[in-house]
């Protein structure tokens, strides 16, 4: 049994923070299955885990960020839904990806052959693959160096296509596998899913 009370996390009152980062002992770092329970006990949190076991605690976004998160999301889930894809998730959902990282992305699509393949059990934790087409949002409160370590960590583990979306400049990092990284400037422009998610046309101007 696992003692639940060595998972709460208490925010000082005295100084906001956007970010916290925990470093655990290696005698005591979090198994999966602890981990998993650790994000349960801290529900207003979100979380994620690198590949040599330090934690991420993120507080909630605000209001702007909050907006454009679902404004890339109905794009890609109204897409999905005439194309039948697969699973798509919003920026709650950690997957548990082959270096041992847990890491979460703002929006994510998991083919439907790839998702059934999961037990019931991996679909409701952390479900253990990458998915294909992952998108990250940057916040002011973000920074640029460590959102695009991030998106090389999601090539290295299996996406076949990521976006990282900066409003502020609006500019958009586009990574893909074994190829160089573009950068599309200004946001008249629209995306392409390109041959990962075909006939997706993606307005870059709903994000303004």
């Given amino acids: 049994m696992i003692p639940t009370n060595r998972f709460k996390i208490i925010f000082p009152e005295t100084k906001p923070i956007s970010r916290l980062e925990l470093n655990f002992p290696e ?12 994000c349960q006990e801290n529900q207003g949190l979100k979380f ?27 794009q890609i889930a109204t897409w999905n839904e005439q194309q039948q894809y697969g699973e798509m998730f919003d920026s709650s959902t950690g997957f548990k990806l082959p270096d041992g990282s847990t890491l979460a ?15 019931d059990d991996e679909q409701e934790k ?12 940057m916040s002011k409160s973000d920074q640029l160096g460590t959102l695009q370590a991030k998106m090389q960590n999601w ?7 990521a976006w990282l979306i900066d409003p502020q400049d609006e500019k958009v990092y586009i990574y893909r596998p074994q190829q160089e990284l573009e950068v ?7 995306l392409s899913g390109e041959d990962v ?12």
Wanted: glycine share 8%.
């Fill in 105 to 119: 992305p703002d929006a994510s699509i998991v083919s439907q052959a790839r998702w059934n393949d999961l037990s």
């Fill in 155 to 161: 090539l290295a583990n299996g996406a076949q296509l």
């Fill in 197 to 208: 998610l075909k006939g997706l046309i993606f307005n870059l101007k709903v994000l303004r």
């Fill in 48 to 74: 994620e885990k690198t590949n040599t076991g330090k934690i991420i605690v993120m507080t909630p976004t605000g209001g702007r960020t909050g907006s454009r998160n679902i404004k890339i999301y109905l």
């Fill in 126 to 137: 952390f479900p253990p693959l990458c998915p294909e087409f992952v998108v990250e949002l």
């Fill in 184 to 190: 599309i400037n200004g946001f008249d422009n629209s």
């Fill in 27 to 38: 005698a005591n770092a979090l198994s999966d299955d602890e981990f998993f329970q650790f």
